[in-house]
């Protein structure tokens, strides 16, 4: 699919623009990558991977929560989400998982393993991370993974794969199908509407709907049976954990889930959608937080 700009997105990313704009900013190989390395210092650093379409603002109470609880936190906006680039290369699994490796390369955070978390999109990401990078990660977290649906011979992502197709489609309709998704993410229709607006402020920047559609056409989100099946058989700690009332990734694939991955640890989230981390981050927090302690515990001892 060729790098096209939709209409309503006016704004372009520069290094004048992010100027203005929130996050630190690091040149890696493939692009510009917008991050954040918070929380205290001599903390455990907790690697945060985001899903389809959310900037690392979708962090911030999760952020707030491991911060008070003792935690580094490093959460990045993927390339063609939040103010990281939105590059002309192909939106897969191994671009995200390279981003993140090169992002903690850059910053100095290799000598200890890391607690890495990813959510969605992000948990396919994560996966394919922790089989390439197996001794940097201390502990692996799965929050509402997608890649368990069945693949579906009339399903959009099907459709998509015809680039030409996609651009038609994505250029015409693809803020409105983009809003769409938005709307079944979160239960709560006030916290809904907050990230609405957090997501649909990073897409005024030219090539966002671009980069998740081209995601779509590139990074299965269905049939991934396997990918969990080879990172329970890594040996990392793993938790996982779900929304009762997710609609994007439904409460179905939990056992499915739990089969392939073979956590040490789960637990589903009550009165929670699909967007756990930002819409019961307090809950996580105290999934993530006694997970983490337990393992740190084991190997101190």
């Avoid at 197709?165 to 199908?177: H, S, Y």
């Avoid at 402020?201 to 081209?214: I, K």
Wanted: charged share 25%.
């Amino acid at each position: 699919m060729k790098y096209f700009v939709a209409p309503g997105e006016d704004r372009e990313l520069t290094a004048d623009s992010r100027g203005a704009l929130r996050g630190s900013f690091i040149e890696l190989s493939d692009g510009v990558t917008h991050y954040e390395l918070t929380g205290p210092e001599d903390g455990e650093v907790v690697l945060m991977a985001g899903g389809l379409t959310i900037p690392l603002f979708y962090w911030d109470g999760l952020v707030g929560e491991l911060h008070a609880r003792g935690l580094r936190t490093l959460a990045c906006s993927a390339y063609g989400r939040g103010y990281s680039d939105r590059v002309q290369a192909r939106y897969d699994e191994m671009l995200f998982a390279r981003q993140l490796a090169e992002l903690t390369d850059r910053l100095g955070l290799t000598a200890r393993p890391l607690h890495l978390v990813g959510t969605s999109m992000g948990a396919l990401v994560s996966m394919t991370y922790a089989a390439q990078y197996r001794s940097s990660v201390s502990t692996l977290t799965v929050v509402g993974p997608a890649g368990l649906a069945k693949p579906r011979l009339a399903s959009p992502d099907r459709l998509l794969r015809n680039g030409w197709l996609a651009g038609v489609v994505a250029r015409r309709r693809g803020r409105q199908i983009l809003q769409g998704h938005l709307g079944h993410n979160v239960r709560d229709p006030e916290l809904g509407a907050k990230m609405t607006e957090m997501v649909l402020d990073a897409f005024r920047f030219e090539g966002s709907l671009y980069a998740v559609f081209d995601t779509l056409q590139h990074l299965p989100f269905a049939g991934r049976d396997d990918l969990f099946r080879r990172t329970g058989a890594l040996g990392i700690p793993t938790l996982l954990l779900w929304g009762d009332e997710d609609d994007v990734t439904p409460l179905v694939h939990f056992d499915t889930a739990r089969a392939l991955l073979k956590p040490q640890k789960h637990h589903v989230i009550d009165e929670c959608g699909h967007m756990a981390a930002f819409e019961r981050p307090r809950d996580v927090a105290d999934q993530l937080v006694s997970f983490v302690s337990a393992r740190t515990e084991r190997l101190d001892s």
